[in-house]
């Protein structure tokens, strides 16, 4: 059982490629190798192969990532399932987890939704993406500084608000403002109800 999420920046054309290439390649490169695990392609769409359990914290990571540019943003679907071709690189690859990734991806532009999931249990499906549609009230509205906590709260999970202020330089009260503008809490709750939802899914 893998995940796949399928993506497009949204706002790319505004932007010289090289703005944006490297914090994305950094960030798939974390899950393996290009072609077989993750790809870009026709400029501003990727692809990338995940466990299941990772895949929804990755989505939110990348979105956060590429919110710290400002004005750049991402749409990403997301399909849960099997591999049942393995093709030389990850575009090139099928089975249900390609297809539902593909199928959820297609619908965003006209759900005028920029995340959404595909586990294969329609119960599932519709809590978990009607968790999301709220979720994204707040995280499309995330400035590039609410961004940047998110990254650090991903990339740093142990360290304290006092570490972080250390880190940016500035005060331990204005991180955790920034916590709390970015609904950081809300976040980790998300992901832990994601776990709950998986546990299930698998039973």
């Known amino acids: 059982m893998i995940a796949i999420i399928t993506g497009d920046i949204i706002n790319s054309e505004n932007y010289a490629v090289s703005e944006w290439i490297d914090i994305l390649k950094n960030y798939l490169s974390k899950y393996g190798e290009s072609p077989k695990d993750w790809d870009i392609y026709r400029g501003d769409e990727f692809q990338l192969k995940i466990p299941q359990k990772e895949v929804l ?3 939110i ?11 750049l943003d991402v749409r990403m679907g997301i399909g849960l399932g099997t591999e049942t071709f393995k093709g030389a690189g990850v575009s090139e690859s099928n089975g249900p987890a390609y297809r539902r990734s593909g199928r ?4 965003l532009k ?10 294969g249990n329609e119960f599932y499906d519709d809590t978990l993406n009607l968790m999301l549609k709220l979720a994204l009230d707040f995280m499309n509205d995330w400035s590039t500084v609410s961004a940047e906590i998110v990254v650090m709260a991903f990339e740093h999970p142990k360290a304290s608000q006092s570490d972080l202020a250390k880190q940016l330089g ?3 009260s204005a991180v955790s403002q920034r916590q709390k503008r970015a609904r950081l809490d809300l976040v980790f709750e998300l992901l832990e109800y994601y776990d709950k939802i998986l546990k299930n899914i698998h039973q």
């Open 61 to 71: 990571h990348i979105k956060a990532l590429l919110k710290t540019i400002k004005g």
């Open 170 to 172: 500035i005060q331990q």
């Open 57 to 59: 914290s990755a989505a």
């Open 104 to 107: 959820t991806f297609e619908s």
């Open 110 to 119: 006209e759900d005028k939704l920029n995340l959404t999931i595909a586990t």
